[in-house]
């Protein structure tokens, strides 16, 4: 059974993620704003979420219709097969978001497509109330001037959410952000990596699952894992060939460096339960200590913003600290995450090139300074 995938990206990410899929097999995809549209199976569900590194959620599409009119948007979603697609049990919330069209009440567009999939479900079934104790189908109606998705999600909790980080932890940079910064400099495992501020150890930690080829979906679970359509056995090779594809043995170096113990000693415990506390190493280590022996690497980091106005002075005495220390790896190129709109000139230099992006609702710029290229080999 063919099927339509939509892979959902944070605003600025939708390249990256297309890549991502590109890197996977995947050919014809459609980028649009926020997300990266493709066809496959429900195996590519399964494998989509259990590779994507940088995208946001998997979502099943299941139509896409014009309606400006509530009766054109009830109609649209009766047509949809719904008895064939969920089980009697299924649970089937609906969600909706509204963006430049006539129909703007998100809640009366949520009431209209439950309504539609009840009436479609019980024409084919017979049944007019529905237990929904069963398997969970989160629908979301989706509008954009005046255009309809009809789409379910199939991966549960965000995929940022990959299992090593316990709940309640610090978490100034998703998951999902720290691998697309890491993409967008283009490191590679045999490229020196340091992140002089890497709190919990995200970014550090997502370098070691990139360089060993870890898929990031491995050690947890999806809510589609309970649809009658994808099946256990689906999931079971799935996870089977990312669990062959792990390397091993490789030489890396990637350093996370902060001043404050209890984050480097959280952040080895994370890459612990991410299994790559053998590729990465984490150091108590103050800014102005920064040095390295190795050449041509990349610092990639997320400094503190100083979002609050007492923070703003030491987040940029911060970064003309920054400037001057990383200056003595006049090999290195950086890339510096940061909200202060001030940055390059704190900073002491301007960036080779910047790309605007959004770390949760603040938005963003990540600041690229690229070093010489290494002598060809």
């Known amino acids: 059974m063919d099927c339509d995938i939509i892979a959902t990206a944070t605003f600025g990410l939708e390249a990256v993620v297309a890549q ?5 097999g995947y050919s014809n995809l459609e980028v649009e704003h926020g997300r990266v549209e493709f066809r496959g199976s429900p195996r590519d569900i399964c494998l989509a979420n259990t590779w994507l590194r940088s995208a946001d ?9 014009e309606a400006k009119t509530f009766d054109e948007l009830f109609e649209g979603v009766k047509k949809i097969p719904w008895g064939d697609i969920l089980p009697k049990k299924a649970r089937f919330p609906v969600e909706g978001k509204s963006v430049k069209s006539q129909l703007s009440s998100v809640p009366a567009c949520q009431s209209i497509t439950k309504k539609a999939i009840v009436d479609s479900m019980s024409e084919k079934t017979g049944i007019r109330r529905f237990e929904e104790t069963g398997e969970l189908y989160k629908i979301e109606v989706a509008l954009l001037k005046d255009r309809v998705t009809i789409s379910v999600d199939s991966t549960g909790p965000g995929l940022h959410k990959r299992g090593y980080r316990p709940t ?6 998703k998951e999902t952000l720290a691998a697309a910064l890491l993409q967008i400099a283009r490191w590679k495992a045999d490229i020196p990596l340091i992140d002089p501020f890497c709190g919990s150890g995200t970014i550090p930690i997502e370098a070691a699952m990139i360089g060993t080829n870890l898929a ?17 056995k ?6 089977e060939e990312a669990l062959s594809k792990v390397e091993t043995g490789n030489d890396f170096y990637i350093m996370g460096y902060d001043y404050d113990p209890r984050a480097i000693k959280l952040a080895r415990q994370n890459a612990s339960r991410a299994g ?12 102005e200590e920064l040095n390295s022996r190795k050449k041509y690497g990349k610092i990639i980091c997320n400094p503190p913003y100083g979002e609050r106005m007492e923070e703003v002075k030491t987040a940029e005495n911060l970064y003309n600290k920054m400037g001057k220390t990383l200056k003595k790896l006049d090999t290195w190129s950086f890339y510096i995450l940061t909200a202060h709109p001030g940055f390059e000139r704190i900073f002491g230099e301007k960036a080779s090139k910047k790309r605007k992006l959004f770390n949760g609702n603040i938005r963003v710029d990540y600041y690229q300074f690229f070093g010489p290229s290494p002598p060809r080999r």
């Open 234 to 239: 689906c999931w079971k090779e799935v996870r």
């Open 57 to 65: 959620r998997v979502r099943w599409k299941l139509a896409e219709f």
């Open 168 to 173: 309640g932890s610090p978490a100034p940079l």
């Open 276 to 287: 790559v506390e053998d590729v990465v190493h984490f150091q108590e280590q103050e800014l």
């Open 216 to 232: 990031p979906g491995l050690k947890r679970n999806f809510v589609s894992e309970e649809w009658p359509q994808m099946g256990e």
């Open 20 to 24: 991502e899929l590109k890197e996977l």
